[in-house]
């Protein structure tokens, strides 16, 4: 038995929650979220909670009980709060502007990257260092930032590049250098 796939879904009093089939859709104050889940898993409504039901017991019913509860408190969860990354620009000349909508990012190339934000997500910047990627789906928040992270990952000797705030950069020691090496006076 899956124990977080027991769980109830409570909906806070500002959530609308409607099921209809396999398909729940899920509207708060920050937006709406819809979202189609597997036959063999049952969403049931009930007053002021949700709950996430098997039809049968086989392995993918089973694997598929918890992550859909998961998916459908994140929905919740979305709706009412959103979801936020932040991430950190280091290197001299690494930085972000804000172009409208679209988030300009200079990162060391020959130009400037362009990346225009999918529906539903929004980019704000504390500094030009720090950029906070913002949204009601925790997916497609999490997708952005892993974006932007990749387009220059920190490299471990000087830590330059994009990365989350508060991730840990494991750093190497560089060249020793030339110390006694033969022919040098």
């Known amino acids: 038995m899956s124990r977080i796939g027991n769980m109830p879904i409570a909906l806070p009093k500002e959530v609308d929650a409607k099921v209809d089939g396999r398909t729940v859709r899920v509207k708060g104050p920050k937006g709406e979220l819809v979202r189609t889940f597997h036959h063999d898993i ?3 409504s009930t007053d002021g909670s949700l709950a996430v039901k098997r039809t049968n017991d086989s392995p993918t019913a089973r694997a598929l009980h918890g992550l859909t509860r998961t998916l459908i408190s994140n929905m919740v969860a979305g709706v009412t ?3 936020t990354k932040d991430l950190e620009i280091s290197g001299t000349g690494y930085r972000a ?3 409208g909508k679209k988030l300009q990012l200079s990162l060391g190339f020959s130009h400037p990257v362009e990346i225009d934000p999918p529906a539903g997500v929004s980019f704000t910047l504390e500094t030009p260092q720090k950029v906070k990627v913002s949204g009601i789906d925790k997916e497609m928040v999490g997708e952005m930032a892993a974006k932007i992270r990749g387009l220059r ?3 471990p000797y000087k830590a330059k590049g994009v990365k ?3 991730e840990y ?3 190497k020691a560089g ?3 030339k110390v006694g090496a033969k022919g040098a006076a």
């Open 97 to 99: 502007v804000l172009a």
């Open 164 to 166: 989350y705030a508060g």
């Open 175 to 177: 060249k020793a250098g």
């Open 81 to 83: 709060q959103g979801y």
């Open 153 to 155: 990952v920190p490299d």
């Open 42 to 44: 049952a969403v049931e």
């Open 169 to 171: 950069i494991r750093r």
